[in-house]
């Protein structure tokens, strides 16, 4: 319902929608698939892909509405290429990867949606403090200065860029 909601009122305000950023994760256990508790893996996979597959398809007539609609996800390297004790973690973030590609898909060529993915790499972050406890976070770049691959692929200089995987670093 939430979604439906947040799709009403941005089509009473503006009546399309330019960009969708899915940003929002959740890191869950680092254990082997063995024993990875299996409430936190779909709890995992419900923030990391399914709220980005249903708030995508609530909000695409909205982006398609736009002369010039970018989605955009965040990845992770993870989500490339497996690691061992990343579990859901790694397994949603190459789902995101697949979604993104079959979307971008779908919509090229018939529509000015563009879809693209972004890894933004070791960033001075919560998740990934958690991830790593005993990272020197200082050597780490802060959010805020990795905003310039974003700022272009959510604008029109990356028009006609889609399908594509990205790394900030």
């Known amino acids: 319902p939430e979604y439906f909601a947040l799709a009403d009122q941005l089509q009473q305000a503006y009546g399309r929608l330019d960009g969708l950023l899915h940003n929002a994760g959740i890191l869950g256990?680092?254990?082997?698939?063995?024993?990875?508790?299996?409430?936190?893996?779909?709890?995992?996979?419900?923030?990391?892909?399914?709220?980005?597959?249903?708030?995508?398809?609530?909000?695409?007539?909205?982006?398609?509405?736009?002369?010039?609609?970018?989605?955009?996800?965040?990845?992770?390297?993870?989500?490339?290429?497996?690691r061992a004790y990343w579990g859901a973690y790694a397994v949603s973030k190459f789902g995101i990867e697949g979604l993104a590609q079959v979307l971008a898909d779908e919509t090229s060529g018939s529509?000015?949606?563009?879809?693209?993915?972004?890894?933004?790499?070791?960033?001075?972050?919560?998740?990934?403090?958690?991830?790593?406890?005993?990272?020197?976070?200082?050597?780490?770049?802060e959010p805020a200065s990795l905003m310039s691959p974003y700022l272009f692929l959510l604008g029109p200089a990356s028009r006609g860029i889609t399908g594509q995987s990205f790394d900030c670093q």
Do not use: K
């Not at 936190?40 to 509405?65: D, G, I, K, S």
């Not at 070791?122 to 403090?129: D, H, I, K, N, S």
């Open 111 to 141: 529509t000015s949606v563009r879809v693209n993915c972004i890894n933004p790499g070791g960033t001075r972050t919560a998740m990934r403090r958690l991830a790593y406890p005993g990272e020197d976070a200082a050597r780490l770049p």
């Open 29 to 82: 256990q680092r254990a082997p698939i063995e024993h990875y508790d299996v409430a936190a893996w779909h709890e995992v996979m419900h923030v990391n892909l399914n709220v980005p597959f249903v708030l995508t398809q609530v909000l695409l007539p909205l982006l398609r509405r736009s002369a010039d609609a970018s989605i955009l996800f965040t990845s992770s390297r993870v989500g490339r290429r497996g």
